[in-house]
């Protein structure tokens, strides 16, 4: 499932820092995993998809504008702002309208074990950087604590909250 909103800081931003080094990188990678599937349950019977129907989606390649928005559906979406190019040059998506196309029966994505499905879905709502793990307030999972665990973990590979 999902995303939402742009991540709250850039990737290439100056304030990562220098990054953790590369065992732990993989070790904070698998923990991040680890902590987004153990929200499958949550996801799905408490919270409801809400990353697929509110917000904003951020799509980082042409594939992941094509895939959300349809081929077809491209041009109008630009005129009505529904796609909107960010300043570093990405798109977003407004699921303020309507859910993403792609959620079914209310709460499952149907392209959930595509590799057409945008990196955003697949990292919502627990984001690494080089040195920064970033849950999103926008979940009411992490906002639940849901994630904490998982999160000291993280931290404790030398992670700064942000
Ligand atoms: S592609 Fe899937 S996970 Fe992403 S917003 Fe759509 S339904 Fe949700
Ligand atoms: S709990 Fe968070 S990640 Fe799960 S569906 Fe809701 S907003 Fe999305």
Known sequence: MTIINPPPINPNSPIQGNPIDENKTLI????????????????????????CKVGKLLLQTNQE???????EHIGKFIEDKTLERTQNGFMTYNLEKEPCRHLKENVFCSIHKSDKKPIICNDYPLFLTKKYVIASQQCPAVVGGELNTYIKEIKKLGYKEF
């Open 28 to 51: 904070a990678k698998e923990i991040a995993q680890k902590a987004r599937e153990s929200l499958s349950n949550y996801c799905i019977n408490i919270c409801g998809a809400k990353c």
């Open 65 to 71: 504008v094509e895939t959300i928005s349809g081929v």
